[in-house]
């Protein structure tokens, strides 16, 4: 089973690009940019991915993020997930960006998406891996920043398929950017947006992106299963979910492989991802392992896992048809 899995033909559709920089390009980035690390070595930057909650990992996450500074920098990155995706068989990403994670410190959006794409323009020409990038808001920054960073994305719109919305859900819900979101359906973006696994107010986060956002997909969103009318609506209107076991692990202590067992029993369009692998310890395929493992999915199952995010994935019908 676990041959199987690896050797599947697969596809990732939760993935923080900041969430795949291993220690060791951290390190190496830090070094080439004269960016001063509270450690020394490759094993101490490992020791300092340790966190015990939501937040404490978010603390660490963005305190890494100072070693990214140029557009060699977001290529070399993004090349480093993408040639690691390519050895487990992905054969379609999209890849979240957090664009103002890096303007806030006063790294220009140009320098971060001008990398970004470089490495997905080479990956299919060179790995054999097709991606697209989904920008995210910060919801925890202001509505009127969010704005302007979809205004300063406009000029590489043909360069981003969709946009999101993460970080701490806690006290910004998704109407905080109801503005924003409708801006970005006019310009033609797909929407998605984070509605984690264990936080408070979540439910009304999910009726929310259903009612007033429009989304075209949910991160996370297990706790839909809990309210009978949400799950109706979005089997109804046939919208994904991005599951990330591992994260969930890591952020609530549960896999939530009980969910996806109940979303595939209801012919939901559930989908196992894997957040920031680097932090949490596992790509796509240690992600699917772990869920296959936790429910003993027969390999029909796992395939209807790939099935399904090949299905919800933001690309014209003839080209995803060529994965099914
Ligand atoms: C994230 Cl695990 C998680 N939750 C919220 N926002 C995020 N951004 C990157 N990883
Ligand atoms: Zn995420």
């Not at 094993?43 to 890494?64: I, W």
């Not at 969709?162 to 409708?182: C, M, Q, T, W, Y």
Request: proline share 4%.
């Amino acid at each position: 089973m676990d041959d199987f899995i690896a050797g599947m033909p697969k596809c990732e559709l939760h993935l923080h690009i900041e969430g795949t920089l291993e220690p060791e390009l951290k390190m190496a980035l830090a070094e080439r940019n004269g960016v001063e690390m509270p450690y020394r070595t490759v094993a101490e930057a490992r020791d300092a991915y340790t966190f015990d909650s939501l937040s404490s990992f978010l603390v660490g996450y963005y305190e890494s993020m100072r070693v990214l500074r140029t557009e060699p920098d977001f290529h070399d990155l993004a090349h480093a997930y993408l040639t690691r995706a390519a050895e487990q068989n992905v054969r379609y990403a999209e890849i979240f960006f957090d664009p103002q994670a890096h303007t806030s410190r006063g790294v220009p959006f140009d320098i971060v998406i001008r990398g970004l794409r470089r490495a997905v323009m080479d990956a299919e020409r060179l790995l054999g891996v097709r991606a697209q990038l989904i920008m995210c808001f910060l919801r925890d920054f202001s509505a009127e920043y969010a704005m302007a960073t979809l205004m300063e994305s406009l000029p590489y719109r043909e360069w981003i398929v969709g946009v999101g919305l993460d970080s701490d859900e806690r006290g910004n819900p998704p109407v905080k950017f109801a503005e924003v979101f409708a801006r970005a359906r006019r310009e033609g973006y797909m929407i998605t947006a984070h509605c984690d696994v264990d936080q408070p107010g979540t439910h009304e986060h999910i009726r929310q992106c259903l009612e007033v956002i429009g989304v075209d997909r949910i991160d996370h969103g297990t706790n839909a299963l809990e309210d009978e009318a949400l799950t109706a609506e979005i089997a109804r209107r046939g919208l994904g979910f991005t599951v990330c076991p591992i994260s969930n692990g890591f952020v609530a202590g549960d896999l939530k492989a009980g969910a996806v067992r109940r979303m595939l029993d209801l012919g939901l369009r559930v989908t196992v991802n894997s957040d920031d692998p680097a932090y949490f310890g596992g790509y796509v395929t240690e992600n699917v392992r772990a869920v296959q493992r936790e429910l003993d999915l027969t390999r029909d199952e796992v395939a209807r896992l790939q099935r399904n995010a090949f299905e919800i994935a933001w690309l014209p019908r003839p080209v995803k048809d060529a994965y099914l």
